[in-house]
T-cell receptor, first 109, second 114 residues
Framework: EDQVTQSPEALRLQEGESSSLNCSYT??????LFWYRQDPGKGPEFLFT???AGEEKEKERLKATLTKKESFLHITAPKPEDSATYLC??????????FGKGMKLTVNP | DGGITQSPKYLFRKEGQNVTLSCEQN?????MYWYRQDPGQGLRLIYY???????QKGDIAEGYSVSREKKESFPLTVTSAQKNPTAFYLC?????????????FGPGTRLTVT
């Protein structure tokens, strides 16, 4: 059974304090690992797809990396507007995505 | 603008009533999905449809029903058989090309049943 575990469940940072979010996964035949951002009361917003170990993608202050067992979402010099819940999901051999429980990030000014 | 719309944003119903949540997309995506989100839990798949007139049960389909009569529309009915229907419901869609599996989400409908 495909599984995704995100850690930590919640993280508080000061503005400018860089950190990383972890997504550990087990999947039979990875066909994609996905990162989303979700603001309170809204639908998830797509950020990145990673397909193979060693792949990296960047968008503004965010950088996602992938190994055979986990993915990291690195946040460099975060700002208060980066506060949100970040979701990780994987796709294995089926049409379905399996989501982690999410990680709530709070960036204080 | 292309996107996914869900209506209404908030929905209130009495226990024992069926309710239908709307999901429309103009992205020309083949596949559409319904998820349920509860506090402290990940998104859980209710139903999904890869083509018109076909759909499959997800992980928590009991008490729900769907239809896919048009490519653009995938309504979800929450029936009175769903024991705990109060939740945030999310609709998503994706292209079914090889190598492209991203799902794009609508704004969600918050359903409260009392």
């Amino acid at each position: 059974e495909d599984q995704v575990t995100q850690s930590p469940e919640a993280l508080r940072l000061q503005e400018g304090e860089s950190s990383s979010l972890n997504c550990s996964y087990t999947v039979s035949g990875l066909r994609g690992l996905f990162w989303y951002r979700q603001d309170p009361g809204k639908g998830p917003e797509f950020l990145f797809t990673l397909y193979s170990a060693g792949e990296e993608k960047e968008k503004e202050r965010l950088k996602a990396t992938l190994t055979k067992k986990e993915s990291f979402l690195h946040i460099t010099a975060p700002k208060p507007e980066d506060s949100a819940t970040y979701l990780c999901a994987v796709r294995g051999g089926s049409e379905k995505l399996v989501f982690g429980k999410g990680m709530k990030l709070t960036v204080n000014p | 603008d292309g996107g996914i719309t869900q209506s209404p944003k908030y929905l209130f119903r009495k226990e024992g009533q069926n309710v239908t949540l709307s999901c429309e997309q103009n992205l020309n995506h083949d596949a559409m999905y319904w998820y349920r989100q509860d506090p402290g839990q990940g998104l859980r798949l209710i139903y999904y449809s890869q083509i018109v007139n076909d759909f499959q049960k997800g992980d928590i389909a009991e008490g729900y029903s769907v239809s896919r009569e048009k490519k653009e529309s995938f309504p979800l009915t929450v029936t009175s058989a769903q024991k705990n229907p109060t939740a945030f419901y999310l609709c998503a869609s994706s292209i079914r090309n090889q190598g492209s599996y991203e799902q794009y989400f609508g704004p969600g409908t918050r359903l409260t049943v009392t």
